[in-house]
Nanobody
């Protein structure tokens, strides 16, 4: 399964971007879908996740209150709406998915995800 992330680009501080993730030739109806990011010289960190069984959404501390993860079954896509962007949000953003229903202690672990997209670059700069 190939996931495709898109929607990255250049945004000014305080601006917004919406990232999209679709599965090539397959359904995005995974048990858990997550967004991760990797800044230059840093490890990959979890940003947000969405669990299908109860629509539970989880966010990192830096994403909470600014980012929103959502799913649109009709469009077969998962989105990450990012508002009030900051320069420290600059990173390559990846979507990931798994058939496991991840819980609070595991959603941000890269090892828990089976499928990954290729990443989309988000640059926040004035």
């Amino acid at each position: 399964v190939q996931l495709q992330a898109s929607g990255g680009g250049l945004a000014q501080p305080g601006g917004s971007l919406r990232l999209s993730c679709v599965a090539s030739g397959a359904s995005m109806d995974y048990s858990t879908v997550g967004w991760f990011r990797q800044a230059p010289g840093k490890g990959r960190e979890g940003v947000a996740s969405l669990r299908r069984q109860d629509n539970a959404k989880r966010y990192s501390a830096s994403a909470k209150d600014r980012f929103t993860i959502s799913r649109d079954n009709a469009k077969n896509a998962v989105f990450l709406q990012m508002n009030n962007l900051k320069p420290e949000d600059t990173a390559i953003y990846y979507c990931a998915a798994t058939e496991r229903g991840l819980i609070a202690s595991s959603w941000s672990q890269t090892s828990q995800y089976d499928y990954w997209g290729q990443g989309t670059l988000v640059t926040v700069s004035s």
